[in-house]
Nanobody, 125 residues
Framework: QVQLVESGGGLVQAGGSTRLSCKASGRTIINDSMGWFRQVPGKGREFVAAISRSGGTTFYRDSVKGRFTISRDNAKNTVALQMNSLTPEDTAVYYC??????????????????WGQGTQVTVTS
């Protein structure tokens, strides 16, 4: 199983930007579809963005479209999430995940079998 470690995030002012990175180890993620999810206390994990194995196809939840960009570098075994125009509603723990969309769809967390430990993003108004 691949190990995923997120970095980045932290405290950001509303309207600002930050970039999350996810470094994979243990094996290559070139055959994995990758996703970013987020979770706030008391709520379930929600889909944020996903990217296909080649990087040629991306998906986003409606509330982040035009503000967030997911990308991957298969040579470096990394996935990134560029987050712009942040709002307090984006405050959450963000998780990187690796999996296969055929197992449930790109926005379904059951399609992903490997998860990072999460990184906190806090947006202040």
């Amino acid at each position: 199983q691949v190990q995923l470690v997120e970095s980045g995030g932290g405290l950001v002012q509303a309207g600002g930007s930050t970039r999350l990175s996810c470094k994979a180890s243990g094996r290559t993620i070139i055959n994995d579809s990758m996703g970013w999810f987020r979770q706030v206390p008391g709520k379930g994990r929600e889909f944020v963005a996903a990217i296909s194995r080649s990087g040629g196809t991306t998906f986003y939840r409606d509330s982040v479209k035009g503000r967030f960009t997911i990308s991957r570098d298969n040579a470096k075994n990394t996935v990134a999430l560029q987050m712009n125009s942040l709002t307090p509603e984006d405050t959450a723990v963000y998780y990187c995940a690796a999996g296969a969309w055929y197992k449930g769809g790109y926005s379904n967390d059951r399609a992903y079998e490997s998860w990072g430990q999460g990184t906190q993003v806090t947006v202040t108004s």
